[in-house]
């Protein structure tokens, strides 16, 4: 038996025609799964033998709420989903002006070793596949009550090392038969796999893909990303011409700040030298504090100074505003104290 979430559009039409059915029935049976009906009884314009044949084939499968923490401001909804086989992980919805926005999560834990990084504690569990992966914006839908507009696929895992099922989501989840959300509404967040990124500039998609630089050079990009033993920042910057050159898309970059680690003003100058006339932005972030993990995050005034220096050199840059830290909205967290709690297999 097959999740009919992992299925797309174009994947259900091929099992209709080759099951003697229209074409369109594919649609009707999403459009329901769409709206929140994940039997196949509830699914009333669908005739009785397809229903019946669906039955036979497949299961609907969407995963369930374990625990949802709304933040004071109300800005921040986190949300502990469990899947069939008992894995938990964790979506975060931020509210804005400009409509809802999802993080999800695309494995459960993450192998990429990370040192500041919650979700890696463990190591990687499994991949999520693609219904796993839309099943999280199906029900923090459902949830929340509203349309979700845009999705950053920032949650724990690596997107790049579960790729095809990645690929497979943003696909659907821009078809405008589906949830029909934007290209441009979509970010993929990646440590900086470099063959993958080459890879996905092959598909020429309008995402904006976002890379977790996090350091000016490789000696001290080395010191919290294993991944950064694997490939050079040279080679990762080469990766990401080419992604532009195939999509031109301005590719945004991760400078999460350490205090006495990466945020001093040759810091700053490095960075700028290294980015300087390429198609991007960078995205300062306030390092958020993790139980098992001793560093502290950059003060204000430095991060504030860090971003002066950027621009004056020319650099886009913003500094990301902080949501939902009164409910541990960050990477991993959640699930890192659920499970402990509960004394599960991580
Ligand atoms: N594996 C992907 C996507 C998941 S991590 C990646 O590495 O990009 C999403 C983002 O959160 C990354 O930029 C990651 O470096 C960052 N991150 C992880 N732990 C963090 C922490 N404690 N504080 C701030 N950002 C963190």
């Known amino acids: 038996m097959i999740n009919l979430l992992d299925l797309s559009l174009e994947d259900l039409k091929k099992w209709m025609k ?9 649609k009707q049976v999403l459009d329901w799964i769409y709206k929140g009906a994940y039997n196949f009884e509830a699914m009333k314009n669908i005739p009785k033998d397809i229903k019946n044949k669906l039955q036979e084939n497949f299961y609907i499968s969407v995963p369930s709420v374990v625990e949802k923490y709304v933040s004071k401001d109300k800005s921040t909804v986190k949300f502990l989903f469990e899947y069939r086989d008992g894995n938990i992980i964790e979506s975060v919805v931020m509210k804005y002006k400009h409509g809802n926005t999802i993080c999800v999560s695309t494995q459960v834990g993450c192998k990429m070793g990370c040192t500041f ?18 099943g999280e914006v199906l029900m923090a839908q459902k949830e929340i009550g509203e349309k979700i507009s845009n999705i950053v696929m920032m949650g724990s895992g690596e997107p790049l090392d579960n790729y095809d099922n990645s690929l497979k989501f943003i696909k659907s989840v821009n078809n405008e038969n589906g949830l029909n959300i ?16 080459k890879e996905l500039a092959e598909e020429n998609l309008q995402i904006t893909l976002a890379i977790s630089l996090h350091a000016p050079n490789d000696n001290i990009r080395r010191k919290t990303m294993p991944i950064a033993s694997v490939y050079s920042i040279e080679e990762l910057l080469e990766a990401c011409k080419y992604y532009i050159s ?17 945020d001093k003003e040759v810091h700053a100058e490095e960075l700028s030298n290294l980015l300087k006339g390429l198609l991007c932005h960078v995205n300062l972030i306030p390092i958020n504090k993790i139980d098992e993990k001793e560093f502290k995050s950059s003060s204000t005034n430095k991060i504030k ?17 902080e949501m939902g830290s009164d409910i541990n909205a960050a990477c991993g967290q959640l699930r890192r104290r659920y499970v402990k709690n509960n004394i599960k297999e991580v």
């Open 18 to 26: 080759e099951n003697g059915e229209k074409e369109f029935r594919a």
């Open 117 to 134: 990084c919650a979700s890696t504690i463990g190591g990687v569990v499994r991949s999520l596949s693609h219904g796993e992966i839309l």
């Open 182 to 197: 934007g290209q441009r509404h979509i970010t993929l967040s990646t440590c900086g796999i470099v063959p993958k990124i």
């Open 246 to 262: 195939k999509t031109n898309r301005r590719i945004t970059f991760e400078y999460a700040l350490v205090d006495n680690l990466n």
């Open 305 to 321: 100074n860090f971003s002066n220096i950027l621009l004056k050199n020319g650099i886009q840059t913003t500094i990301r505003r």
